[in-house]
């Protein structure tokens, strides 16, 4: 998909604040701007949990179900551009190289926790699928 669509469609997702403004317009909405800190900080759980794996295995499980729950769906279509996105913005902001560990240990971050939506995407499909026919 061609990557303004994709964004587009993106910010089409959100329903409690419109994304489809300017940024300026977008960084001075409080509901957005309240949305920035829940996401981050189940980002930061999610780095307090990195040496307890059973409990973030749990709440990569829940952020991940939580969005395939959303109508419309957010499911993998949309974590596998964010974690380029995301990746390609640290890049460009923080100006350093791919292989720097700071945006290795994030990259990795986002690949698993899209892995673990891609796996609950296909566990929801698997058990919506009919035995019967
Ligand atoms: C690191 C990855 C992500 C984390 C930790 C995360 C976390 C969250 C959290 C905590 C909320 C609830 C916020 C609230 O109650 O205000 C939320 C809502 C939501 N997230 Fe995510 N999210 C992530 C990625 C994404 C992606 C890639 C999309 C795709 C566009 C997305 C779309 C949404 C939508 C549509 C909502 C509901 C808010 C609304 O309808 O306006 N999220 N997310």
Redesign the pocket.
């Given at each position: 998909m061609v990557a303004r669509q994709c964004a587009k469609r993106?910010k089409k997702?959100?329903?409690?604040?419109d994304a489809n403004v300017t940024k300026a317009t977008l960084t001075k909405n409080p509901v957005f701007l309240?949305?920035c800190r829940?996401?981050g900080m189940?980002?930061g759980q999610m780095v307090e949990l990195l040496d307890k794996p059973v409990e973030l295995e749990m709440l990569t499980h829940q952020?991940a179900i939580?969005?395939l729950s959303?109508k419309p769906n957010?499911g993998a279509a949309?974590?596998d551009p964010?974690q380029e996105k995301f990746t390609r913005f640290m890049l460009e902001t923080l100006q350093k190289p791919w292989d720097d560990p700071l945006i290795k240990a994030w990259d990795k971050f986002?690949m698993v926790?899209t892995g673990k939506v891609k796996k609950s995407e296909k566990m929801i499909a698997k058990s919506q699928k009919c035995t019967v026919c």
């Open positions: 993106q997702t959100f329903k409690k604040f309240n949305h829940m996401v189940y980002i952020v939580n969005h959303m957010v949309y974590f964010f986002l926790l």
